[in-house]
């Protein structure tokens, strides 16, 4: 049965054999810059400029994901979970609805490529949530489905 295996390493650098996701969260204004998605396009430039492109045509909205290839076997998932920068008053800019409409998505993906899914600690960071919370909806929508998910620690 799929689980999530907790790993420390570089989600940039996915573990194991065969075709592979890359999944972290977005955000709705065209900003990339901070966080885990810097590391991304020291790797690859081909995130961040689908990204920038998908939001300049307004297809970038919460809740919608955007896979792209960067090496054969390999895929970035962009997902759009993320309201804005920064906190509006108590609440942070993660949105776990779109969070979840996200992971379905990669999920479908995923079952189709026949890929594991590999992930920072999504949403916990620059996007303010609740590992705790988190969690549980990527067993909810990925694992649940049969898909091995990797979640990666930096050391």
């Keep these: ?68 290839a960067v090496e054969p076997g390999l895929w970035v998932a962009n997902m759009v979970g993320q309201h804005g920068l920064r906190r509006a008053g108590n609440r942070p800019p993660i949105r776990y609805d779109a969070l979840r409409r996200c992971l379905a998505s990669v999920a479908e993906e995923a079952a189709a490529l026949v890929a594991s899914v590999h992930m920072p600690r999504i949403g916990a960071g620059l996007a303010g949530g609740r590992w705790e919370e988190i969690e549980p909806i990527i067993v909810d929508e990925v694992v649940a489905k049969g898909i091995q998910v990797t979640v990666y620690d930096l050391e």
């Design 1 to 68: 049965m799929a689980q999530i295996r907790y790993v420390t390493g570089d989600a940039t650098r996915p573990l194991g054999a065969g075709p592979k996701i890359i999944a972290h969260v977005c955000n709705d204004t065209g900003g990339w810059g901070r966080g885990f998605v810097v590391a991304l396009s020291r790797r690859w430039p081909e995130p961040e400029r689908a990204y920038r492109a998908w939001h300049r045509d307004g297809a970038a909205l919460l809740g919608e994901a955007q896979l792209v």
